[in-house]
């Protein structure tokens, strides 16, 4: 009889443990980072909606978001102001909360930077070595402060950025990546569809774009 009932419990725990593995679906919490790119920064100087706000969608669909941060990001932000945010742990005077314990307690963050930075007539090749001198560190800090999902895209051709410039970049970038076991997402094809923008005086993706570029990310990480 106590044989029975020591199986009986057991085949509980087990039906239990089977159904919890069946609906249970990880709690994400969304950090994004980087220019007006990740905020969604549009031809009307207005936020529209970003491809993080996409992937916040896309994560809810399957009851599965539970925190989304993306007021660290800024329109203007560059990999230097990007880089001092995470040393001096920058805080959001809105709901004090600090960078670098939302970076630690993050299971997805994006970054995307580089355009309002690198897009102008007179770039140089110093500001091109900083720039990757700073995402070098800030990759670095990424991985000190979160050991989960961490996705950076790569920059692309457009205007005053160069087809040859964008593909020495976007080499650089992937290879911090791969050393840092980052996931790069090359959107470079972006540029290949004149509906992904609003028009060819902005870099900025219109909400076509930002879908594409949140559908590259889902293939990225999950496919």
Do not use: W
Not at 99 to 106: D, S, V
Not at 179 to 196: H, P, R
């Amino acid at each position: 009889m106590k044989k029975i009932i020591i199986l009986t419990i057991l085949g509980a725990v087990f039906l239990s443990f089977i159904i919890y593995q069946c609906f249970y679906h990880e709690r994400v919490q969304i950090v994004a980072l980087g220019d007006g790119i990740a905020t969604g920064e549009t031809y009307y100087d207005v936020t529209g909606y970003s491809f993080n706000d996409y992937l916040r969608d896309y994560f809810e669909e399957t009851k599965q978001i539970d925190e989304y941060i993306k007021e660290f990001a800024d329109k203007k932000e560059t990999s230097e102001t990007l880089k001092m945010k995470l040393l001096n742990n920058y805080v959001l005077e809105s709901t004090d909360t600090k960078i670098q314990q939302a970076l630690h307690e993050a299971s997805f963050i994006t970054i995307a930077t580089g355009t309002y930075e690198l897009n102008h007539p007179k770039l140089t090749t110093k500001e091109i070595n900083n720039y990757l001198k700073n995402m070098n560190k800030i990759i670095s800090l990424l991985r000190v402060y979160n050991d989960k999902t961490i996705v950076l895209l790569s920059l692309y051709p457009f205007r005053y950025l160069e087809k040859e410039e964008v593909k020495e970049i976007n080499e650089s970038l992937k290879n911090l990546c791969t050393e840092k076991n980052i996931y790069f997402v090359d959107i470079t094809n972006i540029v290949n569809n004149n509906a992904y923008f609003f028009n060819k005086d902005t870099p900025y993706p219109n909400y076509k774009g930002h879908r594409y570029i949140k559908d590259e990310i889902v293939k990225a990480v999950f496919d």
